[in-house]
Nanobody, 125 residues
Framework: VQLQASGGGLVQAGGSLRLSCAAS????????MGWFRQAPGKEREFVAA????????FYADSVKGRFTISRDIAKNVFYLQMNSLKPEDTALYFC???????????????????WGQGTQVTVSS
């Protein structure tokens, strides 16, 4: 599966953004979806993940209650709605996917096989 992330930008603290990740290729198979981010000088970290069926969702503690992951299977797009953004959310955001059972997803970046190119999110104070 090929992934194309979009929706990043510059926003003030407290604002919102919605990231999108469009999947193409062998999308008829079920695949797990995740979002990760990497700030300058830091390691890539987990943000959120969802299973194909939507039955399992995981969030990093730092974004719980502010970010929501969702997916539109018919359109082969998954999203990350980010509300109440903070300057510490500034990072390059990556979407990721892995062919998996419909109820499976994971939080470890090493588990994922496919990655989008990243979209920059900058939150000003």
């Amino acid at each position: 599966v090929q992934l194309q992330a979009s929706g990043g930008g510059l926003v003030q603290a407290g604002g919102s953004l919605r990231l999108s990740c469009a999947a193409s290729g062998r999308t008829a198979r079920s695949y797990a979806m995740g979002w990760f981010r990497q700030a300058p000088g830091k390691e890539r970290e987990f943000v959120a993940a969802v299973s194909w069926a939507g039955s399992r969702k995981f969030y990093a503690d730092s974004v719980k209650g502010r970010f929501t992951i969702s997916r539109d299977i018919a359109k082969n797009v998954f999203y990350l709605q980010m509300n109440s953004l903070k300057p510490e959310d500034t990072a390059l955001y990556f979407c990721a996917a892995k062919y998996a059972d419909p109820d499976t997803t994971a939080v470890h970046s090493s588990w994922y096989d496919y990655w989008g190119q990243g979209t920059q999110v900058t939150v000003s104070s």
